[in-house]
């Protein structure tokens, strides 16, 4: 006779209730809106409207009489912009949506039922609105974004120079590291003013550049020509333009900067163990604006320098109670484990694909730590030997933005333990790990006498 089992307990749930009893879906496309509101609130619940400004305010206006207090749109491209700026200057909820979460059942698909989709979902509080920074902070995302592609427009056309350089033979990149730099500018603004003896070009080599003026003068004996020279000629002033757009953008950004409220920060950057100033970092003090943004310095953690840590704060603001946990924020940045599990086993293991601009910071502030003497930088090369580099930089990425985190929250300075100090720490937990296992045994683990180690 089989023993009597015992039944499962199941819980009771009650259905969906809905939750955002004024609530409306948009549906943004280029040229039209949709917009659904609950069914009551007017002769039509859904209506179409225009993509222009004045339609975007006629928006608002219809949706205040109908007495709609929250709204939810997708995210598509940058159409939702601005009509997400104007509701919520008009006293609306607005709630952006990540498209992948709102996929709609098979079958025939319109934008009017796209609208209601999310209106329904959105009244029963099953979407969970992306994450936006404050307003202000939204304003430097864009400039400093701006900034960026800035950078890399002016990068294109160092490419262009380079090439022109090379079609004349002028070997310039064997040289000098850096062909824009003060000895590699100077040289090419002369050889466009129509100086071309290798000897003088050679002359405005700078005190700091390793090669000898005979090294220089050799690199530079070349085929003039006219068309290689116009092509230069033009590379170089789009290369000035951009620079000159560039020098703007910095000036805008510390400008944005001063408007912070500081009454409650400290003003003096303390004294830093380094401070590196990369080629492409602003003309102004950089660092000091964002300890006085922040209270905290945070180019003290090792592989941060004040131009990644512009664009990580840029991306997620500076208050951390937007995310309830430091896991909350890491999965937000991507920077965990997306194992796929079904039936209790682990099918899948792989890392969720982001194209978060504070990931991507992450990610090469701690490949840059693979020969750095800091604790992170043991933490990287332990893991780079023990599961290869592109896991290493996962976890090295991870590792950042934990202290990132704890630090904004908590208002701490960083504090180094050093590289010695992490290998003793990992050193300790082997030894309790191997004393665990081998008491299990029936062993004991004993160190050996100074003249017993090999």
Same mark, same amino acid.
Do not use: M
């Given at each position: 006779m089989t023993s009597k089992q015992s039944k499962p307990d199941y819980s009771d749930f009650d259905a969906l209730q809905q939750i955002n009893?004024?609530?409306?879906?948009?549906?943004?496309?280029?040229?039209?809106?949709?917009?659904?509101v609950p069914v009551g609130r007017d002769d039509d619940?859904?209506?179409?409207?225009?993509?222009?400004?004045?339609? #975007?305010? !006629?928006?608002?206006?219809? #949706?205040?009489?109908?007495?709609?207090?929250t709204v939810a749109m997708e995210a598509t491209g940058v159409y939702w912009i601005?009509?997400?700026?104007? #509701?919520?200057?008009?006293?609306?909820?607005?709630?952006?949506?990540?498209?992948?979460h709102i996929k709609n059942v098979s079958g025939r698909k319109t934008d009017v039922i796209d609208c209601q989709w999310i209106q329904q979902l959105h009244t029963y509080g099953l979407l969970q609105a992306s994450f936006r920074p404050p307003e202000h902070i939204c304003g430097m995302r864009s400039l400093v974004r701006h900034r960026d592609m800035l950078l890399?427009?002016?990068?294109?056309h160092i490419q262009h120079i380079q090439k022109a350089l090379e079609l004349m033979n002028l070997k310039l990149t064997n040289v000098l590291s850096d062909i824009t730099g003060v000895t590699g500018m100077k040289i090419i603004r002369a050889v466009l003013a129509g100086e071309h003896?290798?000897?003088? #070009?050679?002359?405005?080599?700078?005190?700091?550049?390793?090669?000898? !003026?005979?090294?220089?003068?050799k690199s530079l004996e070349g085929n003039y020509k006219d068309e290689h020279l116009f092509a230069l000629q033009q590379a170089v002033e789009l290369f000035d333009f951009y620079s000159q757009q560039i020098r703007a953008c910095d000036a805008q950004l510390e400008s944005m900067y001063a408007r912070f409220d500081l009454r409650d920060q400290p003003g003096t950057l303390p004294p830093a163990k380094k401070r590196t100033r990369s080629k492409n970092h602003p003309d102004f003090d950089l660092a000091q604006s964002l300890y006085r943004m922040t209270?905290?310095?945070?180019?003290?953690?090792?592989g941060l320098e004040a131009l990644s840590i512009q664009t990580i704060l840029t991306e997620i603001g500076t208050d951390m109670s937007k995310w309830p946990t430091v896991k909350h924020f890491t999965s937000w940045l991507g920077l965990c484990p997306n194992n796929r599990?079904?039936?209790?086993?682990?099918k899948q293991r792989s890392r969720q694909k982001t194209k978060n601009r504070a990931n991507l910071a992450f990610r090469r502030a701690a490949q840059s730590l693979a020969r750095n003497d800091s604790a992170l930088g043991a933490f990287y090369r332990r893991i780079r030997a023990k599961h290869g580099g592109p896991k290493a930089v996962i976890a090295t990425a991870h590792k950042l933005a934990r202290i990132v985190y704890f630090m904004l929250k908590r208002r701490e300075p960083y504090?180094?333990?050093?590289?010695?100090?992490?290998?003793?720490?990992?050193?300790?937990?082997?030894?309790?790990?191997?004393?665990h296992r081998v008491a299990k045994l029936g062993f004991r683990l004993e160190p050996l006498g100074p003249d017993q180690v090999s």
């Open positions: 009893l004024s609530a409306a879906g948009v549906d943004i496309g280029a040229d039209e809106i949709y917009v659904a619940s859904v209506r179409a409207f225009g993509t222009y400004t004045v339609d #975007l305010h !006629e928006i608002a206006h219809w #949706l205040k009489s109908c007495g709609i207090e601005p009509l997400y700026e104007i #509701l919520e200057g008009y006293g609306f909820d607005v709630s952006l949506i990540n498209a992948r890399r427009y002016r990068a294109a003896s290798p000897k003088v #070009l050679a002359q405005y080599r700078d005190r700091r550049c390793t090669k000898s !003026e005979a090294d220089i003068a209270g905290v310095d945070l180019t003290q953690i090792d599990v079904t039936g209790g086993q682990v504090q180094d333990p050093g590289a010695d100090c992490y290998d003793q720490q990992y050193q300790a937990r082997v030894i309790r790990h191997l004393t």
